[in-house]
């Protein structure tokens, strides 16, 4: 399918959203439906999924290309997922989709395993036994899917608001190129935003937290959106070498 | 003193690089000479650290106010140090200068513990035993000195470029806000880079592993120092609450 896409015969990647009832989920599938991306925003209930929908659609237009879904559903009929789910509920969203995967689907996990998950504080992360919350979903996947995690300093809020672009660089990481690639190409259909290839899954150990450290400059400062961007470099995408 | 500096009657603080002879400690030391702030390159051995100051002073001016001297008189005289070491030697540092510290003084240390410290990889982490190379220096200083962590995140070769500006923000941690804005204050005078206070002495876990993305970084894209820029505000320095 994606052969189709890159051959320009199909117009994108079709696109689910598990978590897409919630801020960072719906900040996300906002701008890419926008953007043009056809996008099924999962829910656990069909309702509430169908209603997010419909709050897309009121943000990005009547013919906006969005609809709500099951997760299971909307995760077989996407060639990419977005999982944006708080870390309390991760494992457990993906031990029930682990039968729904199309084979070589590309999924990007944005979790943060923030300390709230516990009752802990949000400035505050908890150390997953696999290293990080990637690695562990990582261990949840079926074989043929490819994992990347990224997101984790792009919050919610700069996301809603479409009237600015982006001023945020999406740091990605994961252990298929193309898979980062793929998630990549679909960051650079939002204004403003670019994408840094930062490394392997495992670099997930050290991005996840920086949920946490953006928060804490959120309260300093009185801000609801601080972001990340990388300097070095005016262009990035993906690396040449 | 610091209340004379202040009050415009000493022009500033004065500073030491404890590990100053290395690129990074080295980079800032010219930076914050060509600023016009003295300072005093620490070393293990007098002559390495003469050589350097005279390294300095060939790149920012005969005139430049740099000197060197072995590690405990560098901190002996000084109200700021910066302690610039590679992790595998950072404990055995601190533990040499427990009795030379000045009551009251300012350390910024800015320690990664990068896994080479044991032979691993630059671009992977260890994890010390009290969470960060900051809090392992924090239960290694004397009481009334004050502990602030960062620079993680800014490297030596745009640091010794003098020619550009730094397009960097140097993203700060501690548990007293005054230690962080003496720090933030000469990072202000360095062109182009501006201070963020990441909140208390233990987001040193987060911020120092940002060392290893970056290099990562580097490696992927073919640079030597790429940097990180936050975004959310235009102005950082001292929150106003």
């Known amino acids: ?14 696109v689910a959203i598990v978590g897409g009832t919630g801020d960072e989920g719906f900040g996300l599938a906002v701008r890419l439906v926008v953007a043009g991306v056809p996008v099924t925003i ?28 099951e997760n299971p559903r909307a995760v077989a009929g996407a060639e990419l997922t977005f999982v944006t789910v708080p870390y309390a509920g991760q494992a457990d969203i993906y031990r029930s989709l682990k039968d729904h995967w199309p084979e070589g689907a590309v999924v990007c996990d944005t979790t943060t395993p923030l300390a709230t998950a516990v009752g802990g504080r949000p400035t505050q992360v908890l150390r997953p036994w696999h290293g990080s919350a990637a690695e562990q979903a990582r261990a949840l996947l079926p074989e043929g899917v490819r994992l990347v995690a990224g997101f984790h300093t792009v919050s919610a809020e700069p996301l809603t ?26 960051v650079e259909r939002i204004p403003g935003a670019r994408w840094v290839d930062c490394g392997p899954l495992s670099m997930a150990r050290i991005l996840e937290p920086l949920t946490a450290v953006l928060i804490s400059v959120n309260r300093a400062y009185g801000l609801e959106g601080s972001g990340v961007r990388l300097t070095g470099r005016d262009a990035w995408g993906r690396p040449a070498r």
């Open 161 to 186: 608001d479409l009237e600015e672009p982006l001023d945020a660089d999406v740091l990605l990481c994961g252990d298929d190129p193309e898979a980062k690639a793929a998630v990549g190409e679909l």
């Open 1 to 14: 399918m994606r052969g189709l896409v890159r051959a320009g015969i199909l117009p994108t990647v079709t």
């Open 42 to 69: 999962g829910s656990r209930a069909q309702d509430r999924a169908e209603e997010a929908a419909g709050r897309a659609r009121a943000a990005a237009g009547a013919d906006a290309p969005v609809d709500g879904a």
